[in-house]
């Protein structure tokens, strides 16, 4: 490898594309190809990266293996990145294998991170994990240590374990600061803030408040009878009865407890239930009937209680009964939290990650481009959809993954 190679390579290592192009910016063979393809990258422009790294896989010799399958990470993470859920994992396999077998085991450390962030972002969380898992050469290099923490970060986040999460995540911080890449240590510095943002409401005796992260774990834990509306989800001492299918129960249930220890009209739980601006006796009748359905579902952990005006919750063990609502109540939020993080996403990557229909996610982000929630560039399958952050929120609680107890 000649000097302005090897002077590239480094800048790049470094954080510095710029300095990396001013050295190979006018070459076409392979590895200036590569450099070139890597340092777009870091500046952003995804497209003509992905180009780059093409042409320079195909540049390289028959027995230049390593090389191609370097450029085949390196346009993984490209994928990665711009969002693109659905390209190839079996080539990233082949990829690490091939560096496993030559033994560039820092590459490959760097093929089984890409994977570890495509499976935490499509809430395989175990699947995450056990990738993480798997033997890596030690020590890593500090850029590389700060990505895998960053992902064991991410899946404690996901599972509401926020004492590991904060561990992960000033490990992460520490190795950004040792590899002095600006970008990389402001990117630790903003998943460490979502355990400072509101991430739900807490609603109990008729009051809502903020919650943190580590106080919404507390909740969780606690022996209060939780109507979780982020999950749609009811649990208290470690049972866990999922109403995310039944959308009807689950609004009397989350009626019933906001109103707790007090009791919901019938008039109003028709109101909520069904939609119905006036209750008529075919209502009541429904409501009878919901309300036996709901009384079934929770039998082990309360019981509904008719009063003269309608029903009361009343929990068997729990000492107090609380709601779990999400920091803003929003339609399609979990296609909102996947934007919020910044990126540009495709519909059919949503739609992998929230394990739904492409066509009910394009239905969805229609809604919100409608609303000026969201807003689309590109045409055909280089559409993107992209949308700000809400400020002050944190989206941990939209995303995908069960929480403990799920």
């Known amino acids: ?26 070459r076409d063979d392979a590895p200036a190809l590569a450099l070139r393809g890597i340092a777009m990258a870091q500046l952003g422009d995804l497209a003509r990266a992905k180009v780059l790294l093409r042409r320079a896989a195909r540049a390289f010799g028959p027995r230049e293996a390593v090389a191609r399958a370097r450029c085949v990470v390196a346009e993984a993470e490209i994928a990665l990145v711009s969002r693109d859920l659905g390209w190839p994992a079996r080539a990233l396999d082949a990829a690490r294998a091939i560096l496993l077998a030559h033994g560039d085991h820092v590459n490959a450390a760097q093929a089984r991170h890409i994977e570890a962030r495509r499976l935490l972002l499509i809430g395989r969380l175990d699947a995450a994990e056990e990738r993480l898992g798997e033997p890596a050469p030690l020590p890593l290099p500090p850029a590389l240590l700060a990505a895998r923490e960053m992902v064991l970060a991410g899946i404690a986040l996901r599972r509401l374990r926020t004492g590991p999460a904060r561990a992960a995540l000033e490990r992460a911080g520490q190795a950004a600061r040792d590899a002095d890449i600006p970008a990389l240590t402001a990117e630790v510095a903003a998943a460490a803030s979502v355990l400072h943002r509101p991430a739900a409401r807490l609603i109990a005796g008729g009051q809502a408040r903020p919650l943190l992260l580590a106080a919404v774990e507390a909740v969780l834990a606690s022996d209060a009878l939780v109507v979780d509306a982020c999950r749609h989800v009811v649990r208290d001492a470690g049972v866990v009865v999922s109403l995310a299918t039944r959308p009807v129960l689950f609004a009397l249930a989350r009626a019933l407890a906001e109103a707790w220890p007090g009791d919901v009209s019938r008039d109003r739980l028709v109101r909520l239930a069904f939609g119905a601006k006036v209750a008529d006796e075919s209502h009541r009748a429904r409501l009878r009937v919901e309300i036996g359905r709901l009384r079934a579902a929770l039998r082990a952990q309360a019981t509904l209680r008719a009063t003269s005006q309608g029903f009361a919750l009343a929990p068997r063990r729990a000492s107090e009964v609380v709601v779990l609502a999400r920091p803003v109540e ?3 939020a979990g296609v909102l939290a996947f934007l919020a993080d910044g990126e540009a996403w495709s519909s059919s990557a949503l739609a992998l990650a929230l394990g739904t229909s492409q066509r009910t996610v394009q239905r969805a982000l229609d809604e919100l481009a409608a609303a000026g929630k969201a807003q689309a560039f590109g045409h055909g399958r280089a559409r993107r959809w992209v949308t700000p952050p809400v400020p002050g929120f944190t989206t941990t609680l939209l995303l995908p993954g069960p929480l403990p107890g799920g």
């Open 1 to 26: 490898m000649d000097s302005l190679i090897t002077a590239a390579a480094r800048a790049l290592a470094a954080g510095d594309p710029l300095a990396a192009l001013k050295r190979v910016a006018l």
């Open 330 to 332: 929003e339609a399609h």
